[in-house]
């Protein structure tokens, strides 16, 4: 037996995790001697909750080299007191305390041994503070060698911490950068800046990581400013490190193979120049164009901001609707909030679902529960009995092309819901569809349960699994056709801050009047792409979460019907990059479509125009302020740049 083993926390031979928990994303932490190890582990925590792992907690003891390893028995007490500390401290907490103390005179060897024995996804080590090159006989670049991602880090903020600052930098670690700095923002409710030090970073490449970022990150609210600099980066994070309670930063690129680090310069005159606490992040793999391929044969590539950012607000913004099946809490929520809710079923021809989507909801949500304040039904110009059925039921019944008559009217769901928003009185503001066939109460609690739990939320999209009947058979994830195959390619090519959105075309959705009066609404087929793609440019992913409303069946389209939707929603989205990037990629000639019919023997063309009209934020009206007592309006009253019906269409 060696020296290293005789210092066994407990007089066992050492158990390893369970197998199962080993296969969590595991972060370690290693216990010294000479090192508070509560902050280590608060950042570990941190992480660990964001993707849903554990942490590894182990001791390690320093016998300088030439030293008889048993002189470190002392230090292995004091380690294992400081373990019991954080073992009384961190129950509850999804921790695993190994019960071995390691006395090493290379320390690195046992945290190596470790990351294989736990299968570790990353590390938290400290930076002496004695040295600049070295922490306990080690280089630190030694350390940035072990086979995972790697936190060093230097001091201990205060607590609590108020504000992180984050430089800017184009390397691989800016990913794993951001997502400590998320996690540990969330923890103490921070505030992050961002630092883009341009002097030094002005490649393309560099502008682009910056400018996406502070894109994707708008009405973050964690984000509290974001500064660009004409400086060079030492000395732009110095001059603006005192006014911060922790600075993380990158290590430098790889080097001597696919993952030898050093900690570059910068980070090291930071470290030198500021006593601000640092945390210097070392991803395990360097950023590559090369693909990575897993286990199970799917490529992979690595993570990059945009990921990081998606998959955060995946995980945080993502709900079940059983989660808000408490409707007198929400009623409680709503009315300690002094908020209304109104409900507009928008609907064409649907006389064969109306009746009971209207019976089940308010049976559920205005009479057992004063959830809603009204339901409305907005018609688009039913032959059937549609109109007459929500009479009966004492619903209120509007007529879109009734409703602003002096702007025209054009046919669609979109112009529906516009006009709509001018005759509902609600706070908050439902839409679901009438042709849903099991209609359940979640189809709307769902839906507003997270506008009444979070102040922070504008918008709320619902999602469901869709089966596809054809013929006698159901294929249970068949719908969402268009979704697949033109909306979801598209959001991930000029959007990919929307790419964690389950079905972006679903059709029920609530959002706080204030966000929805403020957003241009597409007349047709293209209403729940544009107001996305504006909510989210406008309030950021932040401000916009979904709900899992579990299944809706419904009536499918055929498939002509759905490439006219296709076609529409791709002018949709040419349309807001036309307007991001101040290009004109559309003719008039590019709205219409060919659409191939088939005859008798004979197959022809039929051209077809189909393109939606963009109404203007609904605030724009003065006829809307007016009848909403919004005395302070800093827009035009004009409608330029949106569309308004020519006399030939309002004839139509």
């Known amino acids: 037996m060696s020296q ?26 290693p216990v010294f001697d000479r090192v508070e190890a509560d902050w280590h582990t608060q950042i570990a925590l941190s992480l ?32 294992r007191r400081r373990l019991d500390h954080l073992r009384d401290r961190l ?35 400290p930076w002496h503070e004695e040295g600049t090159h070295t922490f306990l006989g080690t ?41 400590v700095a998320l996690s540990l923002a969330r923890a103490h409710n921070a505030r992050l800046t961002l630092l ?56 430098a690129e790889a080097k001597l193979g696919s993952d ?34 897993s286990t199970d044969g799917d490529k992979r590539l690595p993570a990059t901001p945009t990921s990081v950012l998606v998959d955060k607000w995946f995980a945080e913004n993502t709900f079940s609707s059983d989660e808000f099946k408490d409707i007198a809490r929400l009623v409680e929520l709503k009315e300690a909030q002094g908020l209304t809710i109104s409900l507009g079923l928008p609907a064409l021809n649907e006389e ?59 046919r669609g769901k979109g112009e529906a819901l516009w006009k709509s928003l001018y005759i509902l009185k609600g706070d908050i503001v439902a839409w679901i569809d009438t042709d849903i066939v099991n209609i359940h109460p979640r189809f709307v609690y769902g839906i507003l349960g997270p506008l009444l739990r979070n102040p922070t939320i504008q918008y709320v999209k619902g999602f469901y699994r869709r089966p596809l009947k054809v013929g006698d058979k159901v294929q249970a994830g068949g719908g969402g056709r268009v979704t697949e195959l033109v909306a979801r390619p598209l959001i991930n090519l000029f959007y990919p801050e929307l790419s964690g959105l389950v079905q972006p075309l679903a059709g029920e959705y609530a959002g706080r009047r204030e966000a929805l009066e403020r957003a241009p609404f597409y007349t047709g087929y293209g209403v729940e792409t544009g107001l996305l793609l504006d909510l989210v440019e406008r309030y950021g992913i932040s401000g916009i979460a979904q709900v899992d409303l579990r299944q809706r069946v419904h009536h499918n389209q055929p498939l002509t019907a759905l490439s006219r939707m296709a076609f529409a929603i791709i002018q949709v989205f040419i349309d807001h990059l036309e307007q991001r990037q101040r290009v004109e990629l559309l003719s008039e000639i590019n709205r219409t ?39 302070r309006w800093e827009g035009p009253d004009h409608l330029e740049a949106f569309d308004s019906p020519n006399q030939e269409e309002l004839a139509s």
């Open 48 to 79: 660990a909750k964001g993707r849903q792992g554990r942490v590894v907690i182990f001791g390690v003891v320093y016998v300088p080299e030439g030293r008889s390893l048993s002189e470190g028995a002392a230090l292995a007490q004091l380690c």
């Open 139 to 179: 280089s630190i670049d030694v350390l940035l060698s072990l086979p995972c991602h790697v936190l060093v880090v230097r001091g201990t903020p205060a607590t609590p911490i108020r504000r992180i600052l984050l430089p800017i930098r184009g390397t691989s670690e800016m990913p794993l950068m951001l997502e």
């Open 4 to 29: 290293a083993e005789l210092y066994d926390y407990e007089d066992v031979a050492e158990q390893e995790s369970p197998s199962t928990q080993r296969d969590q994303y595991t972060i370690l932490v």
């Open 593 to 631: 479509m060919k659409i191939i019919r088939y005859g008798p023997g004979r197959y022809f063309l039929e051209e077809v125009a189909i393109s939606d009209h963009r109404r203007p934020p609904i605030i724009t009206l003065p006829e809307y302020r007016e009848r909403f007592n919004i005395t």
């Open 352 to 410: 064969e679902t109306v009746g009971n989507v209207i019976q089940t909801v308010r049976r559920a949500l205005m009479e057992e529960y004063p959830l809603l304040d009204e339901i409305v039904l907005i018609d688009s110009g039913s032959t059937d009995y549609t109109v007459e059925i929500a009479r009966d039921l004492d619903i209120p019944v509007h007529l879109h092309s009734d409703i602003l008559p002096q702007y025209g009217t054009y």
């Open 260 to 293: 030898m680090r050093a900690v570059g310069p910068i980070a090291r005159s930071v470290r030198q120049g500021s006593k601000v606490p640092l945390i210097v992040v070392k991803t395990h793999r360097p950023f590559s164009i090369h693909v990575l391929r």
């Open 91 to 125: 129950k509850g907490e999804s921790v695993y305390i190994k019960p071995r103390i390691r006395a090493e005179h290379e320390p690195w060897r046992a945290i190596a041994e470790v990351v294989q024995e736990e299968n570790g996804n990353m590390v938290v080590i």
């Open 196 to 251: 883009h030090a341009a002097r030094a970073h002005e490649d393309a490449g560099s502008r682009r990581l910056y400018n996406e970022l502070i894109r994707l990150s708008r009405r973050n609210p964690w984000l509290e400013q974001e500064l660009r600099v004409d400086e060079e980066v030492v000395p732009a994070i110095l001059d603006r490190a005192g006014g911060y309670d922790l600075i993380i930063m990158g290590a």
